[in-house]
């Protein structure tokens, strides 16, 4: 597969209860451009997605905005990334944000960052893409999701054949060697999702 040149971000679009949420987001947007790697991300300006974002330009990183037109007020869409792209829906948003990323991370958020990696959880466990999936378990927030899919596999939900592999980092200096190493043990004919599968995103 390479390199990882690209990283999308799945976060919340409110700053959460915990300093430590906002502190990760900053950090990481920090780690990025230091190492020259993009950001895709949502778009916005607030919460842990604005943080994120911020934290890459103001360190000389390349950020790339992806957000739905329905969204552009209520989540304060930041003009400032390097390419900005309106879509007309989420559906087109989620491809987009698919299509120029290398790995996927997932730092604390609710419902839509939930969705979100869940859905690319989805489309790996099917084998249509193998870019690497991250979670930031920043203070044991993503423990519940990691004890419920740890309840289907005890219950025969998620099948031997159907693994689901998810990696993990508790901080956030860990991510980017992590999904370096990922990226560099995946061959590189299943970088891209598979034809069919892309034209249903």
């Known amino acids: ?62 950020v790339t905005g992806i957000i739905p037109s329905f969204l552009t007020k209520k989540e304060h869409m930041l003009e400032r990334v390097q390419e900005l792209i309106v879509t007309d829906d989420m559906h087109e948003r989620k491809r987009l944000m698919f299509e120029r990323s290398d790995a996927f991370v997932a730092l604390p958020g609710g419902i839509g960052t939930l969705e979100e990696l869940v859905e690319q959880l989805t489309w790996q466990q099917l084998g ?20 419920l899919l740890d309840h ?21 200096e860990r991510i980017l060697p992590m999904l370096h190493a990922a990226a560099a043990a995946t061959p590189a004919e299943a970088e891209a999702v ?7 995103f």
């Open 1 to 62: 597969m390479g390199d990882i040149k690209t990283v999308c971000v799945y976060c919340g679009s409110g700053a959460g209860s915990n300093p430590r949420f906002i502190e990760a987001a900053i950090a990481f947007g920090r780690q990025l451009a230091l190492n020259n790697v993009g950001l895709v991300y949502g778009g916005g300006s607030i919460g842990l997605m604005g943080a994120v974002a911020k934290a890459a330009l103001d360190h000389g990183g390349t």
């Open 194 to 200: 598979v034809p069919e599968i892309a034209e249903r």
């Open 152 to 172: 289907m596999r005890d219950t025969a939900f998620i099948r031997k054949n159907l693994s689901v592999e998810l990696l993990q980092a508790d901080a956030v």
């Open 128 to 147: 249509r893409h193998k870019k690497p999936i991250l979670i930031a378990n920043i203070d044991g927030f993503w423990e519940p999701l990691l004890a």
